[in-house]
């Protein structure tokens, strides 16, 4: 994997999770999940291994996994209380 092929990986889950944060709070779930999964596809090439990165790339990386993470926060700031609530339902269903 190159650098460039590194950061593509990561402008593309940028993207998705940013799209996930808008369904999430538009309360598209279905789009949700859809976006989910192309993230975990996204992803398997992190299992083999991502070449370090250095200089310009490797700022630019941080600048993106900043991004992921903050559209990971704005999802779950959405889907933790309703998995609550959900728990909560459940729990009481027994």
Not at 6 to 29: N, P, R
Request: with cysteine; glycine share 6%; aromatic share 4%.
């Amino acid at each position: 994997m190159t650098s460039n092929e590194v950061l593509s990986m990561y402008e593309t889950l940028s993207g998705l999770t940013g799209k996930m944060s808008v369904a999430a709070q538009a309360g598209d779930w279905d789009d949700v999940a859809k976006l989910e999964h192309s993230c975990a596809q996204q992803t398997e090439a992190i299992d083999t291994g991502v070449p370090a990165l250095s200089g310009a790339a490797r700022l630019r990386k941080i600048e993106l996994l900043k991004q992921i993470m903050a559209n990971d926060r704005a999802i779950r700031e959405i889907t933790d209380p309703w998995m609550g609530q959900l728990s909560q339902i459940m729990t009481a269903a027994h």
